[in-house]
């Protein structure tokens, strides 16, 4: 019988899953860029080897050669079987060195071809050491935040049911989610510090103001205002801001919030036209924004540790002296 996969299996599945579609997403990038797919691909399937070994309780030498793995894991294997695509990854892992260590460009043949191995290896390879399907393993297991973990998934049965436009809204609401975390959180005596201004409300003028030039004004620095402030939450938090550009051309960007806790959102003709592919560039994005965006957390746990908000503080104040004079010691 397959042994169980714990918790911290999954998630290490999860990592692989996490590196091999930013695989993925580098391959479809121009040339030279997409080189860097190899990379990815390459570490992807290095770390699923380790996992193997631990799952199937395999000792490793602490040095050895990348096609060793196959022959190391071979005794554990079920009877008969035997570790997939040996001689297509070897080609993987060539490129791989060839570009690392040489600066050898690969070809847009050659990162098209070790796509389709790698992705091959994986799919074979999972349904045989873990028993579990490659493209079920679930990248949200990587989000530490609850919530922005549990739209993911819920994003990903709308996409599993072919409804492509609810599962983008999905990834809408996750992504805002994770900038609430962030933002709505208090950190010691203040606010977060990732608030950057409070929230300007939509301008709405009297009827009989609304062709005024003022309120024409009033209501553009309002919305100026409003895009630059997420714009710089976005950036504070290390995100990617034209990748946050582009995610938000993709996901509905009307959303609203009823009183009885429905949430509704705006599709056009160009939202219907999005794919599958879409959503998975979509999805990747929100998830390694949260990991990038999990870098401030230290911040936030720290500005609690030293300004708790119940103790007094006695605060003086010094005058400073300019360099210091070491002969007065």
């Given at each position: 019988?397959?042994?169980?996969?714990?918790?911290?299996?999954?998630?290490?599945?999860?990592?692989?899953?996490?590196?091999?579609?930013?695989?993925?997403?580098?391959?479809?990038?121009?040339?030279?860029m997409s080189a860097?797919?190899?990379?990815?691909?390459?570490?992807?399937?290095?770390?699923?080897?380790?996992?193997?070994a631990d799952h199937l309780d395999v000792n490793l030498p602490s040095s050895m050669q990348f096609l060793q793995y196959w022959e190391k894991l071979q005794p554990k294997l079920p009877a008969g079987q035997a570790l997939p695509s040996k001689q297509a990854l070897g080609r993987v892992n060539k490129l791989r060195v060839d570009l690392k260590h040489h600066g050898n460009i690969p070809s847009s043949h050659a990162i098209a071809q070790s796509k389709a191995d790698v992705t091959t290896f994986f799919t074979d390879a999972a349904r045989m050491i873990f028993n579990v399907d490659f493209e079920t393993v679930d990248m949200a297991?990587?989000?530490?935040?609850?919530?922005?973990?549990?739209?993911?998934?819920?994003?990903?049965t709308h996409i599993?049911?072919?409804?492509?436009?609810?599962?983008?809204?999905?990834?809408?609401?996750?992504?805002?989610?994770?900038?609430?975390?962030?933002?709505?959180?208090?950190?010691?005596?203040?606010?977060?510090?990732?608030?950057?201004?409070?929230?300007?409300?939509?301008?709405?003028?009297?009827?009989?103001?609304?062709?005024?030039?003022?309120?024409?004004?009033?209501?553009?620095?309002t919305t100026a205002t409003r895009q630059m402030r997420q714009a710089m939450q976005v950036i504070a938090l290390g995100i990617d801001y034209a990748r946050y550009?582009?995610?938000?051309?993709?996901?509905?960007?009307?959303?609203?919030?009823?009183?009885?806790?429905?949430?509704?959102?705006?599709?056009?003709?160009?939202?219907?036209?999005?794919?599958a592919d879409d959503y998975q560039q979509a999805r990747l994005f929100v998830i390694e924004s949260a990991l990038q965006a999990a870098r401030a957390d230290a911040i936030l746990e720290r500005l609690d540790v030293h300004f708790p908000e119940d103790i007094d503080y006695d605060v003086e104040e010094w005058t400073w002296v300019g360099p210091s004079d070491t002969r007065n010691r």
């Open positions: 019988m397959t042994k169980p996969l714990s918790q911290q299996t999954i998630q290490r599945l999860a990592f692989v899953r996490f590196l091999h579609a930013q695989g993925v997403a580098q391959s479809a990038q121009p040339e030279p860097a797919a190899i990379l990815s691909f390459q570490d992807a399937v290095e770390h699923f080897l380790l996992i193997s297991d990587l989000v530490a935040h609850p919530e922005v973990a549990r739209l993911l998934r819920e994003a990903r599993e049911a072919d409804r492509v436009v609810f599962a983008m809204a999905g990834l809408a609401l996750a992504f805002e989610e994770l900038l609430a975390h962030y933002t709505a959180r208090k950190a010691g005596w203040g606010g977060s510090p990732f608030i950057l201004g409070d929230r300007l409300p939509i301008f709405r003028p009297e009827r009989s103001e609304r062709d005024s030039q003022v309120s024409r004004q009033i209501k553009a620095l550009v582009h995610f938000r051309v993709l996901t509905p960007d009307e959303m609203s919030w009823g009183r009885d806790g429905s949430i509704k959102f705006s599709v056009n003709d160009m939202s219907k036209a999005l794919t």
